[in-house]
C-alpha cells in the first residue's frame, strides 16, 4: 500500500481510501504494524514464511512492528501532504523522549535507532491470544534490534528531503518540506555545497506546498514537480543559487503552504 501510494500507482481517492485501511487496522501507538496480527504459529515446518514462523524471539517480522516500513508509511504522509502525521510518525521513530510520545514505550538507550517495536509478550501463543492490548497500551513496548540495516539511513532522509525538504539534486536544488504549521519560524543551519546556510521556513495552515524561495533577500525562480496529492516539490536551477552562495552567512527562506 505505502509504495504503491509513494510512487503514484494509485489516484488521490484511492491513496487516501489505503490510508484509511492502515490506520484502522494495523495502526498502534508505536507507529504502523506490517499486519493486523501474528502469523499462526504451529510447531514443525513452515508453512507461510520462515522467518515469522521458526524464528524464536517475538520481535521484527513476527512482532510485526518493523521501523523500516513505518517509515516508509511516513514517506508516503509526506508524500500526500498529511504534515502534522507526518511529523508525529517521524517521532514515534525516534527513541528520545519516546514516552511523551508512546507512553507504553519502556526505558530505551536514546543516542540509537531502533528497527523494531516488540510488544512484550511472553511467547507467540501470548502474543496470539492478545495482539489487541498493542492498540489498547496496555502491554510495554521495547526497543528492539538496534543500529539495524539502511533503517537509519532512511530515517535521516526523511528528515532532511522530506521534512526539511532539501535535497540538492544534478541540476537543481530540490525544496519540498512537509511541516507542521506549530512550526512556523523554525530556523535550521546547515551546508549547500560546503557553504553555511541558515535555512528559515515561512509555514502556512496546509504545512507543504512551496509559494517562495529566497536567497540572501533575492528570491529565487522554480518550476514545480508534478504531485497528484498536492502542490508539487519546487526545482530550482543551481547555477543561480550557486552564484548568489556566499563564503559565510548565507539565508535560505522557504515559505510553504
Not at 147 to 162: C, D, F, K
Request: charge should be neutral; hydrophobic fraction near 40%.
Amino acid at each position: 500500500m505505502i509504495h504503491a501510494i509513494i510512487e503514484d500507482m494509485l489516484t488521490p481517492a484511492q491513496a487516501r481510501e489505503h490510508l484509511l485501511l492502515i490506520d484502522k487496522y494495523v495502526s498502534g501507538p508505536d507507529g504502523v504494524r506490517l499486519f493486523d496480527r501474528p502469523m499462526p504459529y504451529h510447531g514443525g515446518t513452515q508453512r507461510i514464511f520462515q522467518r515469522a514462523e521458526t524464528a524464536t524471539f517475538f520481535g521484527r517480522e513476527i512482532g510485526l512492528m518493523y521501523t523500516h516500513a513505518h517509515l516508509r508509511h511516513a514517506q508516503a504522509l509526506a508524500h500526500v501532504g498529511e504534515a502534522d502525521r507526518f511529523f508525529r510518525a517521524l517521532c514515534q521513530a525516534n527513541p528520545i523522549g519516546i514516552g511523551s510520545i508512546v507512553p507504553t514505550a519502556t526505558l530505551r538507550q536514546a543516542n540509537c535507532y531502533y528497527s523494531s517495536s516488540d510488544a512484550a509478550f511472553d511467547d507467540r501463543y501470548h502474543a496470539s491470544d492478545e495482539y489487541g492490548r498493542i492498540a489498547q497500551g496496555t502491554i510495554a513496548l521495547d526497543g528492539g534490534w538496534r543500529v539495524y540495516s539502511s533503517g537509519a539511513g532512511i530515517a535521516l532522509s526523511l528528515i532532511v528531503r522530506r521534512f526539511l525538504g532539501l535535497s540538492c539534486e544534478s541540476a537543481a536544488l530540490r525544496v519540498d518540506p512537509v511541516i507542521p504549521p506549530a512550526l512556523d519560524g523554525l530556523r535550521v543551519e546547515t551546508t549547500l555545497r560546503g557553504r553555511p546556510v541558515e535555512v528559515r521556513y515561512r509555514i502556512g495552515s496546509a504545512g507543504c506546498g512551496v509559494v517562495e524561495v529566497s536567497l540572501n533577500d533575492r528570491p529565487l525562480s522554480f518550476t514545480l514537480e508534478a504531485n497528484p496529492h498536492r502542490r508539487g516539490a519546487a526545482l530550482v536551477a543551481l547555477p543561480p543559487v550557486l552564484e548568489q552562495l556566499k563564503t559565510e552567512q548565507n539565508v535560505l527562506t522557504i515559505r510553504i503552504g
